[in-house]
């Protein structure tokens, strides 16, 4: 039984910036294919901000035609006004590939950085670091777009090791 190539597309939501990572992945390999991050503007409305991410992302998935997707979860912050922005965010990164018929994961952000670095309380330039070393070719613009990568990384490693529990 062989396996084929699958494209995952990862997320890391965020109202200014929300960054995505395209891998391959085949078997236990996987290899980069693109990233980058979806940009909204500071001064407009937040449904404008929303419209922004929503174009931004269903121009990535046009671009890059992922077989699924895994968004980061998120975290709740001190200020529950900024959790309830980064919640509009994430709904937007879960809307639009739920739209396109893509099936979407989530990954809790402690469980991301445990399965690209090893330690679930690692920093953004660990996690950068790490996702340098698995995608050689990974060139990401931003922490957003690694941690978009790491996500990708983590639902790849994870599918497969529900693929071989449910094989087993």
Same mark, same amino acid.
């Given at each position: 039984?062989?396996?084929?190539?699958?494209?995952?597309?990862?997320?890391?939501?965020? $109202?200014? /910036?929300?960054?995505? !990572? #395209? @891998? =391959? *992945?085949?078997?236990?390999?996987?290899?980069? &294919?693109?990233?980058?991050? +979806?940009?909204?503007?500071?001064?407009?409305?937040?449904?404008?901000?929303?419209?922004? $991410?929503? /174009?931004?992302?269903? !121009? #990535? @998935? =046009? *671009?890059?035609?992922?077989?699924?997707?895994? &968004?980061?979860?998120?975290? +709740?912050?001190?200020?529950?006004?900024?959790?309830?922005?980064?919640?509009?965010?994430?709904?937007?990164?879960?809307?639009?590939?739920?739209? =396109?018929?893509?099936?979407?994961?989530?990954?809790?952000?402690?469980?991301?950085?445990?399965?690209?670095?090893?330690?679930?309380?690692?920093?953004?330039?660990?996690?950068?670091?790490?996702?340098?070393?698995?995608?050689?070719? =990974?060139?990401?613009?931003?922490?957003?777009?690694?941690?978009?990568?790491?996500?990708?990384?983590?639902?790849?490693?994870?599918?497969?090791?529900?693929?071989?529990?449910?094989?087993?």
């Amino acid at each position: 039984m062989g396996f084929h190539a699958i494209r995952i597309l990862g997320i890391d939501p965020g $109202l200014r /910036r929300t960054g995505w !990572g #395209v @891998i =391959a *992945s085949e078997g236990t390999r996987v290899g980069f &294919v693109a990233c980058g991050h +979806v940009r909204s503007s500071d001064g407009a409305s937040l449904a404008s901000r929303l419209c922004e $991410l929503h /174009r931004g992302l269903e !121009g #990535v @998935i =046009a *671009s890059w035609q992922p077989d699924e997707v895994a &968004v980061e979860e998120t975290f +709740v912050n001190k200020d529950a006004q900024s959790t309830l922005k980064l919640g509009h965010a994430r709904g937007v990164a879960l809307l639009v590939p739920g739209l =396109a018929g893509l099936a979407v994961a989530e990954y809790a952000a402690n469980l991301v950085k445990k399965t690209v670095v090893g330690v679930g309380h690692a920093d953004k330039r660990q996690v950068e670091a790490m996702v340098r070393v698995l995608l050689p070719k =990974a060139s990401p613009d931003s922490a957003d777009a690694a941690d978009a990568l790491a996500v990708a990384i983590t639902h790849a490693q994870h599918r497969q090791a529900a693929r071989r529990l449910g094989l087993a």
